[in-house]
């Protein structure tokens, strides 16, 4: 009666999303593209890729910052086992992009399916996997379901509730009680994940905290360090001028930064301030908001690598294309990370922290909890109370080199003394294979 209900609830709710998902299509621009893999409808190269021998792992990944989880677990299994393929599924037009970039053959990277029982069940015996990985909070029933019915087994890794989430699945804890037991396996990232689970109804002899896997990414590939470094360069700034990134930031806060660099540039002439929007489809907002400030911009989709310089010093680079984030957070002086100021949720500190950055957030880390605690205990950010704050403590940082770089010293030590949960996370799944 519950998984009825559910099947019957779903699509009603799918219909009533879908005029919002159809303006995001071509608002977007990318969800157009693949978009019959939805339906689990595959094109013919596609389809002989996914027949290929053997049995692939299945990796759910919502986007962008799971993606990145996903990439390091599947460079740790594939070091035990070189001839392990992967199939990786993502929501996002924004994730699937990076995923066709990132994603090289023997793996698939696919849109995910609707979890419909028809389509899920289809796409299953089209993929064939030895097991099902979901990244962090990804809990759809029917994969769940079908895939135990079909022998495979599922586990979570690097998993996580928030508080707001676990709001809101008590409320359908009749579901979540009938359908966690259905995982094989749970790989949290804390005590409070791990109890928030236990109350919706996960099993306790199948949870273990293992920390957080977004603390095992590797180093930013040095070609795209160069590419960054290189298109800097080519924009006139000097060695010795700040350049101060903004990164996946979210409506609002390029408002804040963009008046930080008019106050700051009387004592920095030389400061140049890279904007890294969340979602690049907003680029004609941003560059409105540029524009109003009179400041010089020069927008990265319409200048390529290739292109010669521009006829005068920008004041801002506006970085509306898909993957240069973690090149030019690395080469950074000082790097605001976004959807921590007028968002609720945050985005990941690790990866310029990787980098030995000095990183800067407002208050808002609600997706993140774990992570901000660890960077709060170990001084390893600067979090700002609010706007005012954060022009404060910008400025502030952009005169005190040495603080900087302890900052950047901090966050590069957490990271690596952190590391390690990909590991155990490797030998979960593993193990579920070959059970």
Request: aromatic content about 8%.
């Amino acid at each position: 009666m519950i998984w009825w209900l559910y099947n019957l609830v779903f699509p009603f709710a799918f219909l009533l999303l879908l005029p919002r998902f159809l303006w995001r299509m071509r608002r977007r621009g990318g969800y157009a593209r693949d978009f019959a893999q939805r339906w689990g409808r595959y094109d013919a190269a596609v389809a002989a890729r996914l027949a290929a021998p053997g049995r692939p792992i299945w990796i759910q990944a919502v986007s962008v910052g799971e993606l990145g989880v996903a990439r390091s677990f599947m460079e740790e299994v594939r070091r035990r086992d070189p001839a392990v393929r992967f199939v990786v599924t993502t929501n996002t037009s924004t994730g699937h992009a990076l995923a066709r970039q990132q994603i090289q053959a023997p793996d698939v990277a696919l849109y995910f399916p609707l979890d419909l029982p028809g389509i899920m069940a289809r796409v299953l015996r089209r993929i064939r996997p030895a097991a099902v990985v979901l990244v962090e909070n990804e809990i759809w029933p029917n994969l769940i379901r079908y895939a135990r019915r079909q022998g495979v087994p599922t586990v979570v890794i690097n998993g996580r509730i928030s508080a707001r989430s676990f709001r809101g699945y008590r409320k359908i804890r009749f579901l979540t009680r009938r359908l966690l037991p259905q995982i094989q396996w749970f790989c949290v990232q804390s005590a409070a994940d791990r109890d928030r689970l236990l109350a919706l109804g996960a099993p306790a002899d199948r949870m273990e905290i293992a920390g957080s896997a977004k603390y095992d990414i590797g180093p930013t590939p040095p070609a795209a360090v160069a590419r960054a470094r290189a298109a800097l360069a080519k924009l006139g700034v000097r060695p010795g001028e700040p350049v101060l990134v903004g990164g996946s930031t979210w409506a609002g806060e390029e408002t804040v930064l963009l008046d930080l660099v008019r106050v700051a540039r009387a004592a920095h002439p030389g400061l140049l301030l890279v904007l890294v929007p969340r979602h690049a489809e907003r680029r004609a907002a941003v560059l409105e908001e540029i524009g109003a400030r009179g400041l010089d911009v020069v927008q990265r989709s319409l200048w390529p690598d290739e292109a010669p310089p521009p006829a005068r010093r920008p004041d801002v680079l506006l970085v509306d294309t898909t993957g240069e984030l973690r090149g030019f957070y690395a080469a950074a002086d000082l790097v605001f990370v976004g959807k921590s100021l007028t968002q609720t949720g945050g985005q990941n500190p690790i990866e310029p922290a990787r980098d030995g950055r000095p990183i800067v957030v407002g208050p808002h880390l609600e997706n993140f909890a774990a992570i901000e605690q660890d960077f709060r205990a170990a001084g390893a950010f600067a979090q700002a109370r609010d706007a005012d704050d954060l022009r404060r403590t910008m400025v502030r940082l952009l005169d005190d080199a040495a603080e900087r770089e302890r900052l950047g010293r901090a966050a590069a030590d957490l990271v690596a003394r952190r590391a390690g949960a990909i590991r155990w996370m490797a030998d979960r799944v593993l193990a579920a294979r070959l059970a």
